[in-house]
């Protein structure tokens, strides 16, 4: 039966015993008297109580004790003390075993719903799923339902319509809405050659797509599965509150014996009072909000990650995230964009580029691919070349509009001239670790075009948001020396660790763990080693399966400025589970002298019934702290930084 269930059915059967109580004063008596109560307190006790009980008993068997030991022992004791009473003509609490059931569901039907809050708040994203998608089938557009969706089928999108599922677009172009993935608020560009993400939205443009991931292969599906283990995982603190409640329970348990013992035997208190005051410690002390700090406030928080865009995969990432002193970053893919990009022209630019360009038309070089994308995004118009042929180890060389044309590298330089102006500024390009390739035409050197793999344009804020948290930042590459600096120096990198082979990279992430600790960010397969010995493996979205199975963090905007906003709600996260943690000691240490009776002369007691609903109390703002997490500010240091 459900914990509503129970707790329903406890209330109502509560409801004419809290009548009594209410009315008793002014001369009403519940109908049946004490046979009324015994019959309804019974049936609470076999239904509501009952798997209290079955918990306790099965933890006993196992020499252990837990947080319903407390909660069935009150219980028991107030019912079956009630019957010898009502047997021997002496005052019973029935309504005491019942109100404890009463009030520790209560508090439990709220953990639940407020756990569901929590643990749905992403799941609901499969809801917003499209039902159909319109697929190319025997050569005619037919739409189909989503489940019949097969990787490969090629996919029409509308405007305003949902992507079905993962591809990339292989016709048409649109801006797409991916802020319920990703968290981003503004449309993305999407073009041919482009992924786009199922459940997005599609925003202006009519677009043909492949779909290359279904079903749970879709990013989506994914996010839902990473979120679900972190909520259900364990922080290492958890460990310690578990030995804690171990230790707790006897101990407790021990104090209400010896509550007994003082009020019976040395103050010389009647029976029933004495089991009152040693019943209201063990159901005071139960220490339900103990186990709810940590588990509720993993839940609201990954939950909270994961629609800013941050999948955080377990809680034992946030408890080791409060301690870094070091931050990683694989240079290629993850610091810089991943492919070469032309960042300077020198000569007559219009002429230079145009000759490059074409050139280059037919070459699949990846500088050569970096100059054509220069070309297009500028409308620079190719023109025919003739006597196309290859310069070995040099580049290439064809006649244009009659006159012979060429490009390639500093090689070429023993066969053509080049003017001083031109040779100084490609040995300050060089300096600045950037390829430079030599455009020609009439056996003459007329222009420079330097193209580096350059930093994303968020490098270099992610990287002082770090440093502005104290954190020292390190460069791990393959990359030479020389251009490793290069970056480092644009992007505010403290130290460059270079010329590293992929299978040195985790053991230069075990050297610095020498000092403290350290997360690695990184995007390749090379990544992976760094990202599983690192205390803290941050995985870029874009990269490789293997890369974000291997990370403890994923971000899913490739954005390296969620590095900060991942520590940021990491902290946020651990820092409300230890102050979950306070509260529920604060109950228990400030409650059990109350209940003991220790400030009865002026006048403070506390009845179980009272101490049944302090308890819940204590377990409903322990998970209210966890909930208010989803509308804590997260401090980052982003916009800070320049």
Not at 429 to 458: H, N, R, S, Y
Request: glycine share 8%; hydrophobic share 50%; proline share 3%.
């Amino acid at each position: 039966m459900s914990i509503t269930n129970r707790f329903w059915i406890s209330l109502i059967l509560s409801l004419p015993m809290l009548a009594e109580m209410i009315l008793h004063p002014f001369g009403w008596m519940l109908p049946g008297g004490e046979w009324t109560m015994l019959v309804l307190t019974t049936i609470i006790m076999a239904v509501s109580a009952g798997p209290f009980i079955q918990s306790a008993w099965a933890s006993f068997k196992k020499h252990h004790s837990n947080m319903d030991t407390l909660v069935a022992i009150g219980t028991a004791t107030a019912y079956f003390y009630s019957v010898y009473a009502m047997i021997t003509h002496q005052a019973v609490f029935f309504e005491s075993a019942a109100f404890v059931t009463t009030f520790v569901l209560l508090g439990q039907v709220f953990e639940e719903r407020m756990r569901n809050n929590a643990s749905n708040a992403v799941e609901k994203l499969v809801h917003l799923q499209a039902k159909e998608a319109e697929v190319m089938r025997d050569g005619r557009l037919v739409k189909v339902p989503l489940s019949s969706v097969a990787v490969g089928d090629l996919i029409r999108v509308k405007p305003g319509e949902k992507i079905a599922v993962d591809g990339v677009i292989t016709k048409g172009n649109s801006a797409v809405d991916e802020s319920m993935v990703t968290g981003e608020s503004m449309p993305v560009e999407k073009r041919l050659g482009d992924h786009v993400i199922g459940s997005t939205i599609n925003s202006n443009g009519t677009f043909m797509f492949r779909a290359e991931k279904v079903g749970k292969d879709t990013m989506l599906a994914q996010i839902v599965e990473l979120v679900k283990k972190a909520q259900n995982s364990h922080a290492p603190i958890q460990k310690l509150t578990d030995q804690v409640s171990n230790i707790f329970v006897p101990i407790v348990l021990m104090i209400a014996i010896l509550t007994f013992l003082i009020w019976y035997v040395l103050i010389g208190a009647s029976v029933a009072n004495a089991l009152i005051f040693a019943v209201s410690v063990v159901v005071i002390a139960c220490p339900c909000a103990l186990g709810l700090a940590t588990p509720t406030a993993l839940m609201v928080g990954t939950g909270r990650s994961a629609k800013m865009g941050i999948l955080i995969k377990n809680g034992e990432v946030l408890e080791k995230v409060n301690d870094l002193t070091t931050v990683v970053f694989d240079k290629t893919g993850t610091i810089t964009r991943g492919k070469p990009e032309v960042t300077d022209i020198i000569g007559d630019h219009q002429q230079v580029l145009s000759l490059a360009a074409s050139l280059e038309t037919d070459s699949e070089h990846p500088l050569a691919t970096a100059i054509l994308a220069m070309a297009k995004t500028e409308g620079v118009k190719t023109v025919a070349v003739t006597d196309f042929q290859a310069i070995e180890g040099k580049g290439v060389r064809a006649t244009i509009d009659g006159q012979t044309a060429f490009i390639g590298n500093d090689k070429l330089l023993a066969d053509y001239p080049i003017t001083p102006a031109l040779k100084q500024r490609m040995t300050q390009l060089q300096a600045e670790a950037k390829t430079v390739v030599f455009v020609g035409l009439a056996d003459q050197v007329i222009g420079l075009i330097a193209i580096q793999d350059v930093p994303k344009a968020t490098s270099k804020t992610a990287i002082a948001a770090l440093k502005n948290r104290g954190l020292k930042t390190v460069m791990l590459t393959g990359d030479n020396q020389r251009v490793a600096q290069a970056i480092a120096d644009q992007v505010g990198i403290d130290s460059v660790i270079a010329d590293v082979l992929p299978a040195d990279k985790a053991d230069h992430v075990k050297a610095l763990q020498q000092t403290g600790k350290v997360a690695f960010v990184g995007d390749g397969i090379n990544d992976a080693p760094a990202l599983t010995v690192a205390d803290v493996g941050i995985a870029m979205g874009s990269g490789t399966d293997i890369a974000i199975e291997s990370g403890g963090i994923v971000l899913v905007k490739n954005d390296l400025r969620d590095v900060d906003r991942a520590l940021a709600i990491s902290r946020k996260t651990f820092n409300r589970i230890k102050l979950n943690l306070f509260w529920a000691f604060v109950y228990n240490v400030l409650g059990i002298p109350v209940a003991a009776g220790v400030f009865y002369a002026i006048g403070i007691t506390l009845s179980p019934e009272l101490a049944g609903l302090a308890m819940a109390l204590s377990s409903l703002s322990v998970v209210t702290s966890s909930v208010l997490l989803n509308r804590a500010k997260i401090s980052t240091n982003v916009s800070e930084a320049v």
